[in-house]
């Protein structure tokens, strides 16, 4: 699966808008009451037509949910993309998958079809968009059950897995704007109720969702992002200008302007990092820092890449000296992932579940010690063999998060909720 464009969300994009209104008085306001009887109507209609289609076979029908594809590419479309492609792989090698258990892409309408899928039938609806379309219109489509992989889904579905990546609205609320955070805190809580089980991606995102009572412990599992895409990424195809003025080594700083993304402790040590020859690459949302104006982060070294392509990606991996990454809170962190699986050295945030997915072959610097990160990353430029053995150690590290395997553990709920 190749997606043609790479970006980092920005603080109101993780996981597609959301609407800061009432969540249900917000599906009249921007449908019209008469809309959304009709809509219902309809609904009704299709789903006495599709469980009559879908009873012939005799075989659960879970539908999933594709509103994904109508979003930005950010972390959580790409983990919902990966999902969906290794549940169409698994499918495919094991006949008895497909003999039992039927799989349908519903897509709103719009949606841009990246995926080529074999065993998963891919329907797109005639009507609705956001969260109408999730409540009103996606349950039909799966007379079993509804698989959610980006945060949202349709409350009232009789089973429904969904997967909610992080509670960073919770833990960092002023990285977000006060309508995007309320809606988050609003929502989050009753889809995770009302769910039938609830995946995450990491321990750390695990406890957090039960800390803030966004839903309790034994309905969560966690499938956790994979690394495998990184690997199909091609280097040589990359065609970034930039590439070719780097004269000098350079760390790489990738992310969001967001606060805890904490972008801003790297480009503090912009002047330290210069004297010791070292340039700093600053890729995806984290370059809008600059248009705030601020003389300190205006430095010679510093090189602002915008959003780059999966390939690009891939070239500024592998000649990078390292990846800094000094996010504050994370549901997962796949740049680090990303990084371990091109051989690219990380100096990592030792906060959140940043450890969980670097164990022993990552470098931790607190997030808020400035002068740890220089050291760390001047330390590193210096160490040949040292930049090396954390390629090597990176690469072992990143095999072990497979997005096969996350995928069969939804395979194995959907299973399991349909017995």
Same mark, same amino acid.
Request: hydrophobic content about 40%.
């Given at each position: 699966?190749?997606?043609?464009?790479?970006?980092?969300?920005? /603080?109101?994009?993780?996981?597609?808008?959301?609407?800061?209104?009432?969540?249900?008085?917000? +599906?009249?306001?921007?449908?019209? /009451?008469? $809309?959304?009887?009709?809509?219902?109507? $309809?609904?009704?209609?299709n789903s006495i037509m599709k469980s009559?289609?879908?009873?012939?076979?005799?075989?659960?029908?879970?539908?999933?949910?594709?509103?994904?594809?109508?979003?930005?590419? $950010?972390?959580?479309?790409?983990? !919902?993309?990966?999902?969906?492609?290794?549940?169409?792989?698994?499918?495919?090698?094991?006949?008895?998958?497909?003999?039992?258990?039927? +799989?349908?892409?519903?897509?709103?309408?719009?949606?841009?079809v990246k995926l080529a899928l074999s065993q998963i039938d891919v329907c797109q609806t005639k009507f609705g968009s956001g969260h109408a379309w999730d409540q009103l219109v996606l349950p039909w489509y799966g007379t079993s059950g509804v698989l959610s992989l980006g945060n949202f889904g349709p409350v009232l579905a009789r089973r429904h897995i969904v997967c909610i990546h992080d509670a960073n609205t919770f833990i960092e609320p002023e990285s977000y704007s006060r309508a995007f955070g309320l809606a988050y805190r609003t929502l989050l809580p009753l889809i995770g109720r009302r769910a039938s089980r609830v995946? $995450?991606?990491?321990?750390?995102?695990?406890?957090?969702? &039960?800390?803030y009572g966004i839903c309790r412990?034994?309905?969560?599992?966690?499938?956790?992002?994979?690394?495998?895409?990184?690997?199909?990424?091609?280097?040589?195809?990359?065609?970034? /200008?930039?590439?070719?003025?780097?004269?000098? /080594?350079?760390?790489?700083?990738?992310?969001?302007?967001?606060?805890?993304?904490?972008?801003?402790?790297?480009?503090?040590?912009?002047?330290?990092?210069?004297?010791a020859?070292?340039?700093? &690459?600053?890729?995806?949302?984290a370059s809008s820092i600059f248009s705030a104006n601020a003389p300190d982060y205006q430095k010679a070294n510093i090189h602002h890449a915008g959003y780059v392509g999966d390939d690009d990606l891939a070239a500024l991996y592998e000649g990078a000296l390292c990846l800094a990454f000094p996010s504050k809170t994370e549901g997962f962190g796949i740049p680090p992932l990303e990084a371990m699986a091109r051989g690219c050295?990380?100096?990592?945030?030792? !906060?959140?579940?940043?450890?969980?997915?670097?164990?022993?072959?990552?470098?931790?610097?607190?997030?808020?010690?400035?002068?740890?990160w220089r050291d760390a990353i001047i330390g590193l430029a210096g160490n040949r063999d040292l930049r090396a053995t954390?390629?090597?150690?990176?690469?072992?590290?990143?095999?072990?998060f497979s997005w096969k395997r996350s995928a069969q553990l939804y395979l194995d709920e959907i299973r399991r909720l349909s017995a």
């Amino acid at each position: 699966m190749k997606l043609e464009k790479r970006r980092y969300a920005g /603080p109101d994009e993780l996981g597609g808008h959301v609407d800061s209104r009432c969540f249900w008085s917000g +599906l009249c306001v921007e449908n019209g /009451p008469g $809309t959304l009887k009709a809509q219902q109507q $309809t609904c009704y209609r299709n789903s006495i037509m599709k469980s009559s289609d879908d009873g012939v076979d005799g075989r659960p029908i879970w539908a999933i949910n594709g509103r994904f594809m109508t979003q930005r590419i $950010t972390g959580v479309q790409r983990y !919902a993309y990966e999902i969906v492609a290794s549940l169409d792989e698994i499918s495919s090698e094991d006949g008895d998958v497909a003999r039992r258990l039927g +799989l349908r892409l519903a897509m709103p309408p719009g949606a841009d079809v990246k995926l080529a899928l074999s065993q998963i039938d891919v329907c797109q609806t005639k009507f609705g968009s956001g969260h109408a379309w999730d409540q009103l219109v996606l349950p039909w489509y799966g007379t079993s059950g509804v698989l959610s992989l980006g945060n949202f889904g349709p409350v009232l579905a009789r089973r429904h897995i969904v997967c909610i990546h992080d509670a960073n609205t919770f833990i960092e609320p002023e990285s977000y704007s006060r309508a995007f955070g309320l809606a988050y805190r609003t929502l989050l809580p009753l889809i995770g109720r009302r769910a039938s089980r609830v995946a $995450t991606v990491s321990q750390f995102s695990a406890d957090m969702l &039960v800390k803030y009572g966004i839903c309790r412990r034994e309905k969560i599992f966690i499938a956790p992002n994979g690394h495998e895409h990184a690997l199909r990424w091609d280097a040589k195809r990359a065609e970034i /200008p930039l590439l070719k003025v780097l004269k000098r /080594p350079y760390v790489l700083l990738l992310g969001s302007s967001a606060k805890h993304k904490n972008v801003h402790v790297i480009l503090e040590q912009a002047r330290g990092l210069d004297a010791a020859g070292i340039d700093v &690459v600053v890729v995806g949302g984290a370059s809008s820092i600059f248009s705030a104006n601020a003389p300190d982060y205006q430095k010679a070294n510093i090189h602002h890449a915008g959003y780059v392509g999966d390939d690009d990606l891939a070239a500024l991996y592998e000649g990078a000296l390292c990846l800094a990454f000094p996010s504050k809170t994370e549901g997962f962190g796949i740049p680090p992932l990303e990084a371990m699986a091109r051989g690219c050295p990380v100096i990592c945030s030792n !906060a959140a579940s940043l450890i969980e997915v670097g164990g022993n072959a990552v470098a931790y610097v607190d997030p808020d010690h400035g002068d740890g990160w220089r050291d760390a990353i001047i330390g590193l430029a210096g160490n040949r063999d040292l930049r090396a053995t954390m390629a090597a150690q990176g690469r072992k590290r990143a095999a072990l998060f497979s997005w096969k395997r996350s995928a069969q553990l939804y395979l194995d709920e959907i299973r399991r909720l349909s017995a």
